[in-house]
């Protein structure tokens, strides 16, 4: 049977008290990205919308010059 730090990829030196630190900061950095990833979302989406919005009125100047 496997023990929890054997199936988490957590070995002795992320026991340590520094290793601890690394694992709270890195869990720190993680959270925070799933607070930005909605905001992220919602700008690449606006993003992809104008470049989609852009294409096709490009699309329709060329098809009328044609």
């Known amino acids: 049977m496997r023990t929890a730090p ?5 070995g ?8 601890v630190d690394e694992l709270q900061r890195r ?10 990833g909605p905001g992220e979302l919602d700008e690449w989406t606006a993003e992809l919308e104008a470049a989609r919005a852009a294409n ?3 699309t329709r100047a060329l098809n009328h010059r044609l």
């Open 27 to 36: 869990i720190a950095l993680l959270e925070q990205e799933i607070v930005d």
């Open 6 to 10: 054997a199936t988490s990829g957590i």
């Open 56 to 58: 096709r009125a490009l």
């Open 12 to 19: 002795p030196a992320q026991l340590t008290p520094a290793g």
